[in-house]
T-cell receptor
Framework: AQTVTQSQPEMSVQEAETVTLSCTYD???????LFWYKQPPSRQMILVIR??????QNATENRFSVNFQKAAKSFSLKISDSQLGDTAMYFC???????????FGKGTKLTVNP | GAVVSQHPSRVICKSGTSVKIECRSL??????MFWYRQFPKQSLMLMAT?????????EQGVEKDKFLINHASLTLSTLTVTSAHPEDSSFYIC?????????????FGPGTRLTVT
């Protein structure tokens, strides 16, 4: 069964600094999608970034970028110039090929301190 | 784009009654919608996958007679919690996939907090 592991239950960072959240996954598939979602205190899930496994180039969305290491099955999220509004739970998710389901990790609670 | 609404945002009901939660895709057609349950400080647990015009597919351990799902149109799916009990109190979240976009990301509604007294 596919699993997604986020090994950091909680992290904190100072405003304007950079932080990296870790995610590893287990799959035998070669083509799949990976996502990072953000859930702020409002509990609205927001898509942060997505990566298609067949693309070698790491995805980037403004201050958010990923380090996708396919062989290592690693998909970390880097947040640059952290802002107070980045305080949230961050969930890594994997799309199960052949289905439309997402498998979520347990999440990392990120706190950005002023 | 890709906005999903959910109604109500909060509901309190008495034990034994039924509650209906609506999930709508506002600016796209969602042939597939998903229903999740989230306990405090935990991840999302997929309850069922809802396909327009067909029966929902429930995850193992989810009682389909208790959690009735109807996906009658391309923009609306409903979850009815029947004969609710206090243990059904939770945060319920729906999501939808915009198949026309070609991607597999899901767009989420804002969630419904259900409290059963």
């Amino acid at each position: 069964a596919q699993t997604v592991t986020q090994s950091q239950p909680e992290m904190s960072v100072q405003e304007a600094e950079t932080v990296t959240l870790s995610c590893t996954y287990d799959t035998s598939e070669s083509n799949y999608y990976l996502f990072w979602y953000k859930q702020p205190p409002s509990r609205q899930m927001i898509l942060v970034i997505r990566q298609e496994a067949y693309k070698q180039q790491n995805a980037t969305e403004n201050r958010f970028s990923v380090n996708f290491q396919k062989a290592a099955k690693s998909f970390s999220l880097k947040i640059s110039d952290s802002q107070l509004g980045d305080t949230a739970m961050y969930f890594c998710a994997y799309n199960v090929p052949g289905s439309e389901k997402l498998v979520f990790g347990k999440g990392t609670k990120l706190t950005v301190n002023p | 784009g890709a906005v999903v609404s959910q109604h109500p945002s909060r509901v309190i009901c008495k034990s034994g009654t039924s509650v209906k939660i609506e999930c709508r895709s506002l600016d796209f057609q969602a042939t597939t919608m998903f229903w999740y349950r989230q306990f405090p400080k935990q991840s999302l647990m997929l309850m069922a996958t809802s396909n327009e015009g067909s029966k929902a597919t429930y995850e193992q351990g989810v009682e389909k007679d208790k959690f009735l799902i109807n996906h009658a149109s391309l923009t609306l799916s409903t979850l009815t919690v029947t004969s609710a009990h206090p243990e059904d109190s939770s945060f319920y979240i729906c999501s939808a996939r915009d198949r026309a976009s070609g991607g597999y990301e899901q767009y989420f509604g804002p969630g419904t907090r259900l409290t059963v007294t």
